[in-house]
């Protein structure tokens, strides 16, 4: 069972355009993550979200936690190539162990 | 970066024959993780180790299981490897588990079952 559901699965934009990912589930979660993965390596933790409601941001990337902890969402302002790459929520429940979303592939075009 | 390392990279087998994989880390940190990764499904914990020769299941455990008798090395075993276990497998480490803990993955290894 998928506990995490990642929108869209799939994203191909041209540079400068902006864009949102988002990671949901009806499970409430501790704290959830994201991650980006690029071809031929391990995922790289980009942000932790703890708080309902939480904002962080990250250069032109912000994250955001929703206010009942089941879901997040990930919006990048224009979009670089450098951003190409699988971008993987994940939450943590009481269990202390991640669960992993689906994954959103990005590809951003010059 | 992390110090951890994968072995082997890549590997091809038969049906039915038994496949190690290796973690090794520099780091000394106490938590480690197997996870396979699989088109549509993100990555899915097979087994962690939270210290030496402490070792639990995750949600896809069937068909694997893990020994850890050093803290800086971590095996995964197909004892009888099947063409569902066709993946990219990965390997992290964290030195705590719980909120606000950060895992470092390892570059993986592409398994190829014939």
């Known amino acids: 069972t998928q506990l995490l559901e990642q929108s869209p699965q799939f994203l191909s934009i041209q540079e400068g355009e902006n864009l949102t990912v988002y990671c949901n589930s009806s499970?409430?979660?501790?704290?959830l993550q994201w991650y980006r993965q690029e071809p031929g390596e391990g995922p790289v933790l980009l942000v932790t979200v703890v708080t309902g409601g939480e904002v962080k941001k990250l250069k032109r990337l912000t994250f955001q936690f929703g206010d009942a902890r089941k879901d997040s969402s990930l919006h990048i302002t224009a979009a670089q190539p450098g951003d190409t790459g699988l971008y993987l929520c994940a939450g943590m429940k009481n269990t202390d162990k991640l669960i992993f979303g689906t994954g959103t592939r990005l590809q951003v075009f010059p | 970066d992390a110090g951890i390392t994968q072995s082997p990279r890549h590997k091809v087998t038969e049906t039915g024959t038994p496949v190690t994989l290796r973690c090794h880390q520099t780091e000394n940190h106490r938590y480690m993780y197997w996870y396979r990764q699989d088109p549509g499904h993100g990555l899915r914990l097979i087994h962690y180790s939270y210290g030496v020769k402490d070792t639990d299941k995750g949600e896809v455990s069937d068909g694997y299981s893990v020994s850890r008798s050093k803290t800086e090395d971590f095996l995964l075993t197909l004892e009888s490897a099947t063409s569902s276990q066709t993946s990219v497998y990965f390997c992290?480490?964290?030195?705590?588990?719980?909120?606000?803990?950060?895992?470092?993955f390892g570059p993986g290894t592409r398994l190829t079952v014939l």
């Open positions: 992290a480490i964290a030195s705590f588990s719980g909120i606000g803990d950060t895992q470092y």
């Open positions: 499970s409430v979660f501790s704290s």
